[in-house]
C-alpha cells in the first residue's frame, strides 16, 4: 500500500512557511504501516493541483493533501476536488452544526463566509475538524484521498482521531502490510516493514561508515543502513523491508556492538526526553544557566508534557549583570577571564543550582556570533558546565560558524554529556 | 525563469526529517526573481530521482537539489546525476585541497571514504562548500541543474555565496525577471513580480475576508490576497505579478487603510525583530519570567544576532519555589490564587524586571497541558504581565487545547502587546 502527500499552498512556494504537515503525516503512514512514496508541494492553481494528483495517483493508492481548505478567496482545494471527483458541493447539517458549536460565543465569526465551510462535496465522507472549521473531505473511488486543513494543530487531530482509523477502516487489514516489491496498486502480502534508529556520537561519519564497512556489505538484502548527521551527532537507520524479525534483530544487535563506544542512545526519541526519563525515575530534579544558547536548553527541555516534575527552572544570564546579581558569579573572575570561561561557566552553574535548589545544573556560556569572537575565543567557542552531587565537570567545544548551528550544538553537547552522567 | 526543487533522503519519506530547507531556498530564490513551480521529496533511489528530475525539467529551466552528496553508501546522488548527465567521475584536486585544509586538525577523518568527496562529475562546474566536504555541483546543459548537501547549515551558505550568484552569472538578466504568463521555458519578460505582507490580529479570517471582499472583488489582473492564519494571527500578503509599480503601492495602501485597526506589523518580519529594534533604537532594555512558555520567549528574543544590546536576562520559573525564591512571588498569593493568575504573573514580570534592571519585562504563567487543566482554569488558561516604566500591565488568553499550540500563541501574544506599548 503506498501514498503520497501533496501540500497545498503559495506560501509553501515562496517560502514563506516551512512545511513541518508532511514530516509529521509521514511519521503517522510509517507507523501504521503505509508507505510514503513522495511528498509534493504545489500553487493553489486549479490546473497544477490537478496534474498532482494526476502524477501521485499513477504512482501510489492514496493521497492525502493538506492546505486550500480556509474560507477565503485564496483556498480553492475544495473546488478542485469537487471537479476532481466529478461531483458538487451540498450542505451538510452535522458540519452547520458542528461549526456552529464551534463559534457558539463567538458570533461574529459565524458570518456568510464561513457559512460556505459547511458546503461539502456529495460524494465524500466527511471526518469531523473537532478543533476547525473546514471539514475533513474522505473520497473513495478507485482511489482513496483524503483532504486536510494546512493548520498544523488541526490536522495533527485530524489525523490522529479520524483519518488514520478512516483509512484502516476502509482499506481494511492490508494497511498494516507493505512490501517495497510490492508493485504499484498490488495485492498486499505479509510482509514486514521495520526501522530502527540509534544515536551516535564522537565519531565522524565517514569514519563510522569505515569502521561498518565490512558488516555493511555482508548486509542481506531487504536490510539497508542509512546515516543521518545532526548538531554534530549521527543518527544510524537500520532499515528492513520484507525480512523476517530474527533477521533484522541479529543485524541489529551486530550494529549496536560494533558501534557501542560511540552510542548515546539506542532509539529514535529526542534526548532531552532520555534526560527527563532519568531524572523523573531517580527523582531528581534539575536547572540550566544560559549565556549563549540564550533559553534554547530550557525550551526543549520543557517541550514535552510533564517536565514540570523534574524540571525546576532556569536563568538566561545574556547580561554579565545577571551572571553576577542573580547567579552569584564573581565580578572579579568576569573581569579577568571573561564571560566565555571555565571559571564563569562553572560558577554558573553552581549558582543555578543552588538558586533553583536542584540535584543537578547545566549551564552554557560562548560566543554564538556572528559578532563577539576573537583570536583567542572565535565564533562557536562554547563552554558548558555540568554541576550535580558529586561536584562540577566543565568542558571547552569548538561548534561551527553559524550562530543556529553553535547554539543548537551546544544543547545537544550539553544533553549528551548530561545523559551519560545520569546513566553512570 | 523557472525552478523547482527535489529534495532527496528517505529520511523525508518516513517523518524522521523535517525539510527545512526547501523554504528557506524558496525564500532566496524568489528575492532574485525566480518563480518557484514545485518542491518534490523523493527516496535516495535512483529509478525514483531520475523520474522526479525529468518531471521537473518537464516544467522548469533550473532544478536545486539537496541531499544525498554524503560519502556513506546510502547517499546515491552523485551517481545518478553522473548517470543524469552522461558523463563520469574525475578527482578533482581542488576539492581535494579544500577537504585536506577541511580536516587539516582531524587526520583521523580524511580516510579512504573521506577521499570520495573530491570525485566529482566532469562535466558539471563546482561550486565551493566553504563549511563542509561534499562538492556543489552544477550543470548546464539545456538545462540547470544545482545539487547541494542537505545539511542546512552548508546548504545555506552554499546557497547564498555560491549558488544564487552562479545562477544570476549563468542566466544573466533574465534571472532577475518573471511573469506567471511566461509560457515554460520561455523567454523572460521585463515585468515585475512582487509581495508584501502585513501581520494583523484581533479579527477572525472570515471576517477580515468580508471586510476585504469589496476591495478583493475589484482588484486589478495580476493582483492576489492570500490570507496566512498562524499562532492566532492573520499574515496577509498581496501578490504582484506583471504588474505595474504604482498599481501595487496604490492597492497595498487600500489594504492598509482597510485594516488598519487590527495591523501589527506592515512588513514581513518576525515581531521579536521588530520589538528588539524598537528597544535598540530607544536604548532600553528587556528581560522575560516565563512558567509556560518554559524559556519559548527568551529563545526568540535571543534568535538573532545583536540581542545582547536590549536583552538582559530571563527567569524560567516552572517551579513554584523559583517563583517565590528567585522572583520573589508572595507565597501567600501563590497559595490563594495559584501560579496561573493575574496576581502572581504580575509580580513575576516585576520581580524580574527588578532583578535584571530592565526596563522592561515580561511574563507567563498559563496551563499549556495536556494535564493541569480545571474547570476554573483549563488548558490554555494563559496569564500573561507586561512591566515597564509606567506600571504594570496583565490579560488573561485563552488560546487551545494543545501544549504547542498553547506556548507559540502565548509568545506571540506577549510580543504584540509588547510591540503596541512600545509604538506608543
Known amino acids: 500500500m503506498q501514498a503520497e502527500i501533496i501540500t497545498i499552498g503559495d506560501e509553501l512556494l515562496i517560502g514563506q512557511v516551512v512545511d513541518t504537515n508532511s514530516a509529521w503525516m509521514a511519521e503517522q503512514l510509517f507507523e501504521n504501516g ?100 473546514a471539514p475533513i473531505m474522505a473520497f473513495k473511488d478507485t482511489r482513496c484521498l483524503v483532504a486536510m486543513p494546512g493548520v498544523p494543530y488541526e490536522m495533527k487531530i485530524a489525523m490522529t482521531e479520524q483519518v488514520i482509523p478512516w483509512l484502516n477502516r476502509v482499506i481494511g487489514e492490508s494497511v498494516n502490510r507493505v512490501s517495497p516489491d510490492t508493485p504499484v496498486k498490488g495485492e498486499p502480502v505479509n510482509r514486514m516493514m521495520e526501522h530502527r534508529t540509534m544515536l551516535v556520537n564522537g565519531i565522524a561519519e565517514s569514519s563510522l561508515a569505515i569502521l561498518l564497512e ?66 523523573k525515575n531517580r527523582g531528581l530534579t534539575i536547572s540550566t544557566a544560559e549565556s549563549c544558547t540564550g533559553g534554547k536548553l530550557a525550551a526543549l527541555l520543557n517541550r514535552h508534557s510533564g517536565s514540570s516534575e523534574w524540571y525546576k527552572g532556569s536563568v538566561v544570564a545574556y547580561a554579565n549583570e545577571v551572571k553576577e546579581h542573580v547567579l552569584g558569579v564573581s565580578g572579579a573572575d568576569l573581569a579577568q577571564y571573561g564571560a566565555v570561561s571555565e571559571q564563569v561557566v562553572r560558577q554558573m552553574a553552581e549558582g543555578v ?72
Chains 1, 2 share one sequence.
Not at 539497508?224 to 548538531?231: E, G, Q, R
Open 34 to 133: 503505509i508507505q510514503l512514496k513522495q511528498i509534493t508541494s504545489v500553487h493553489d492553481d486549479a490546473e497544477h493541483i490537478r496534474k498532482a494528483l494526476d502524477e501521485a495517483f499513477s504512482r501510489a493508492d492514496i493521497v492525502l493533501t493538506t492546505g486550500g481548505l480556509g474560507p477565503t478567496k485564496d483556498d480553492i482545494t475544495k473546488k478542485v476536488l469537487c471537479d476532481y471527483f466529478h461531483t458538487r458541493l451540498v450542505a451538510s447539517p452535522t458540519v452547520e452544526a458542528h461549526v456552529r458549536a464551534l463559534y457558539a460565543d463567538r458570533p461574529d465569526v459565524l458570518n456568510r463566509l464561513t457559512a460556505t465551510q459547511w458546503l461539502v462535496p456529495e460524494a465524500c465522507a466527511v471526518l469531523e475538524n473537532r478543533v476547525g472549521s
Open 214 to 279: 565490512e558488516w555493511e556489505t555482508r548486509l542481506p538484502d531487504g536490510l539497508h543502513l542509512a546515516y543521518l548527521p545532526k548538531d554534530g551527532t549521527i543518527r544510524l537507520r537500520l532499515d528492513g523491508y520484507g525480512c523476517e524479525q530474527e533477521l533484522f534483530d541479529n543485524e541489529w544487535n551486530k550494529l549496536r556492538e560494533s558501534v557501542r563506544d560511540y552510542i548515546v542512545l539506542d532509539e529514535d526519541r529526542p534526548i532531552e526526553l532520555a534526560v527527563g526519563e532519568l531524572l
Open 353 to 424: 543550582r543552588c538558586l533553583c535548589q536542584t540535584d543537578w545544573a547545566i549551564a552554557t556560556s560562548g560566543v554564538a556570533g556572528p559578532t563577539g569572537g576573537t583570536a583567542d575565543k572565535p565564533v562557536g567557542t562554547v563552554w558548558i558546565a555540568w554541576a550535580g552531587p558529586d561536584g562540577t565537570q566543565a568542558e571547552c567545544f569548538h561548534l561551527g560558524k553559524l550562530r543556529e548551528q553553535v547554539t543548537d550544538r551546544a544543547c545537544t553537547k550539553a544533553l549528551i554529556k548530561m545523559l551519560k552522567n545520569l546513566q553512570m
